[in-house]
């Protein structure tokens, strides 16, 4: 299987799981279901600030620490900024980074086609409800938000309200399993989507994005899943999990019912079979390891 | 350089690299100055606790997640558990777990003969001012001793002051950066010395004390660490750090001045340097990497 | 001076003291500047919210408890309420229990009259440059409002922007030093204006009101200040701090440098020396006490 | 009753509350049952202390804060010092500064002697048998005793153990609400004993005692004390509370069982009940109040 990057998609209902080692794309269930990207546009923000900006000046606004147990708490990390971005505060942090200059909506519009040519030109949309609906009930981001502009956590010159619009549509940007997984394949590949060639991120901005959802994609169970999975993956509220396997394919899994830590139930329960099953921990590679499937 | 397990040794006052395609090692400085193993211990009780128990088990007692920012505070995970074996109350549980029924005499034989095969049969001794010491000044694992004991943190029948004589034991006894770096190398051998081709670790135990190090391995540093070096690795207040490179090399590094976080100032340098100039991050395999040296 | 209830003034620049034993008032240095009563309203609004409503209608939504040292942290107790109303979340709530029923306009205007009574008639305005300069800048308050909206901290149907607009305005309201010493007085005197007589508080609303100015009205150095001073007292960042000795006397000093707790300097010294030199403190008039001056 | 000190004790089973006003005691159900002081020799120890040394000198080792919701933790203020004397790692501080010169023997008979003082030479006993069960239970204290000692909390030459034996011991003593409402008494009465006219403390040290046990002295619900009953008093685990009416009277009840604070139920429940019906909350003498009883 090694050399060709494939997607696994995954979706509402039923759980199966296919692929196939000459880069064919399998899907099972309602893998055309559109949802939104919610906290799995977190990554794919902070590698698109990274290709713009260089990364010390991305890390001059936001850590790269898991924040341990206080992550839902309103809280900075010592030197006063979030403490990575793929929590709330980070990402808020983040796009405030991404294009500064640019109006709101040249800003929204440079995301979506750079988030397009991730996906490959598959499915991607704005779902304006859930938009409205985001922007109506955030209470917590607006108290970050202003707790963040308190602490200069932002450049200068920032619109808080703007800003938060920005993170809030960014949220809205809707997906299916067909898309997503095509955007989970292009960070397994360094950047480069498998399905045109295209090279959207530098890998360098890949390593650092997948770094950090290897530690803190997943919540609260960050730490549970880097040692359970050992592989980076984002969740959203949507119910969607992004997992990556570097080098060998990017699977997205849909499945709405959330557990505690605001995860997809089967979602998790998916990567701990496939890893159970299959040699893809981290450091599951060892030369002397049992023989799990190597596909 | 693939398939053969090498071990990099280096010594204080001249930091230096070398290493052979052929399974020769090689050593730079002061690579025979005794240090006692402190820290470097943790992941090594934590995976002999792993061959005598099973993974459930011995995480019924510690957690496997980083602590976040209070790394220093005398406190327990929501599950009142340490919050991994990487950090002091964390060995100091998984020390009350290692061979429980044995009296203290026998279980420190135990260890020392189960770390002697570690090294390939290298330079390992006990350091008995160290431990004497070790033992006088630590008000602080006192404290977390009997804090632990008060929150049932203990298997039953755990003789308090007997557990913390024995982890002090074992942060006491000796090596150099010749037996040091034979032991990373069998971590990253995947459990079997490559010197010998002794099976000392079954690889699932090796796995998960890998996952600890990458994440919870170096202090309150091990966020960034983890983003930066990507490998696991383990640092010690005597000045050294274990570093794996999975499947390639170990390597020890010793350099007594310590940073703020405790780490070896030239060990971390050393650290993001080598990653700097080869392509041993964890997530530095991708397939369109720009080339840096692959030896 | 048993059962004259004074009022002592104190102005900038000049520190003085003075009073007599017949109800005359005495007056220091610029006591006529006006400043904005800022903090020292959120005594009198809880006050007054507790003639509105029963006291255990308000402690339904804010504790009565000192909050430690997370004082400027956004976190409430673990009942998920504001820790008392001498802080600033505690003193959104409270003004979003006064008057709910009435809109914005009439629930001020009836705030002032109440205000206007406890100064006896003297001198009381409203600073609309101050309104809208703290309307501004307040990002912290806005963070509190919008965490506090999330924890369901409100009265149902509390319109957030509203309840924020109506604090910024309390705390823009503007006295000299002579009126608010009267309003100093009309504590001390168990809630009836001692220059007309006129009955406002009740004395269960004064004694609570008394009770956590004694505990929590002077910032992180409420405890200090107890220890110390042991009289209630409540500062504000415009430099004031109103000082009640029960049954005896209202003081109001105003100097605006302040120290890093955020009382006046000149007006904490003042109190430590007042304490020093008349038997006032809360366990001063103990009967074996050493002789101090007893006015 | 002004001017005449009385003292009510109580004991368990029955409730009931009785008094003279000239200066008769009063005592209903078990008053004769022994208990151990346990936390209510904290007050006595740091009173005891600021004879010996100055005021200044006592708070250079122990704040005068309440400790807010942490006061579990194994924490210490910023100033790195235990917050009050009223909590285990205060008292365990000032026990360290009394009589430091002494051997253990000498200082044990030291206090003893003075607080029999105390008692007018009532009821008070040494009891072994929980003296030696509390050093074999207590790991939370040897836990504080350690993380201090780190901490550098103590003075020069302390010798830990047998500071914590100190401390213990000094839990141990027995009293009965006979003797225990005598002690109160003394402290109401400015540290002159009521039945022997022997002037134990001076007045400073009682009112620096008083100020802490207002604030700090009910374990977690200091804060709800002081704003509920606003009378000084301290608790024990053995379910006794030493309740201090300023001038006026000493009040000791027993009754063992506890809430979740660690305060006696019942306790508690009379101190609300007597200052419902008596005008004696620190701010209920309001010229104005509604006419509670003054006896």
């Known amino acids: 299987m090694r050399g060709s ?19 064919n794309w399998h899907s099972v269930g309602n893998y055309n279901v559109p949802f939104c990207l919610q906290s799995t546009s977190k990554p794919l923000v902070y590698a698109l600030v990274q290709e713009e900006l260089n990364q010390e000046t991305v890390h001059q606004y936001v850590g790269h620490e898991p924040s341990g147990f206080t992550f839902n708490a309103i809280s900075l990390d010592p030197a006063n900024k979030p403490h990575n971005p793929m929590i709330n505060a980070g990402a808020i942090v983040t796009c405030s980074l991404l294009k500064q200059k640019m109006n709101l909506a040249d800003r929204f519009d440079y995301v979506t086609k750079m988030f397009k ?8 949309a704005f779902n304006n409800a859930v938009f409205l609906s985001e922007r109506e009930t ?3 981001n607006f108290a970050l938000g202003y707790y963040m502009r308190e602490n200069k956590c ?12 920005f ?14 997984s095509v955007i989970a394949a ?14 959207v991120f530098s890998t360098n901005s890949v390593r650092n994005t997948l770094s950090l959802m290897h530690s803190c994609g997943m919540y609260d169970f960050s730490g549970g899943f880097a040692f359970e999975v050992g592989l980076p993956a984002k969740s959203g509220v949507s119910g969607c999990i992004m997992l990556v396997v570097p080098n060998v394919m990017g699977i997205c899994i849909w499945s709405p019912p959330l557990d505690k830590y605001g995860n997809s139930v089967r979602g998790i329960q998916f990567c701990k079979d496939f890893v159970e099953k299959f040699n893809f921990h981290n450091y599951d590679s060892l030369i002397h390891s049992p023989k799990k499937f190597d596909p």
């Open 5 to 23: 990057i494939l997607g696994i998609r995954h979706g509402y209902q039923k759980v199966g799981f296919k692929f196939s080692i000459r880069g």
């Open 117 to 124: 040519r991730l996906t490959g030109g598959e499915y991607l």
């Open 138 to 140: 955030a209470d917590r």
């Open 154 to 165: 932002f450049p200068e010159g920032t619109n808080l309200m703007e800003t938060l619009d």
């Open 167 to 180: 993170y809030f549509q960014l949220c809205s940007i809707e997906v299916d399993c067909d898309s997503a």
């Open 186 to 199: 292009t960070l397994a590949n360094g950047g480069v989507c498998p399905t045109t060639g295209d090279k």
